[in-house]
């Protein structure tokens, strides 16, 4: 049973930064690509990040120059630094398999990021 436990997440000002973290348990972490999504309120779940198992990452246009997505096989933890934070990057964030946004295990409970001023 895979265990998703993402944290991080809080009330920040436009133009700043938080960096999440995601503990995976239940799987061999360092075997599967991972990813960061996110759902604002009225919208579909999306996927922003991805790192394969060889760490090469990839963006959504949206947050591209802005977030980064790491991995630390060691502690089976993967991270999402987010700078210049906008009022749109509001959203629940989760963490999840990073292959396919079709192909994904049961989710955690997320964690609320609010920019706000």
């Known amino acids: 049973q895979v265990q998703l436990v993402e944290s991080g997440g809080g009330l920040v000002q436009p133009g700043g930064s938080l960096r999440l973290s995601c503990a995976v348990s239940?799987?061999?972490?360092?075997?599967?690509?991972m990813g960061w999504y996110r759902q604002a309120p009225g919208k579909q779940r999306e996927l922003v990040a991805t790192?394969?198992?060889?760490?090469?990452?990839n963006y959504a246009d949206s947050v591209k120059g802005r977030f980064t997505i790491s991995r630390d096989n060691a502690k089976n933890t993967v991270y999402l630094q987010m700078n210049n934070l906008k009022p749109e990057d509001t959203a629940v964030y989760y963490c999840?398999?990073?292959?396919?946004?079709?192909?994904?295990?049961?989710w955690g409970q997320g964690t609320q990021v609010t920019v706000s001023s």
């Open positions: 999840n398999r990073g292959r396919s946004p079709t192909i994904v295990w049961n």
């Open positions: 239940g799987i061999i972490f360092s075997n599967y690509y």
């Open positions: 790192v394969t198992i060889t760490g090469t990452t």
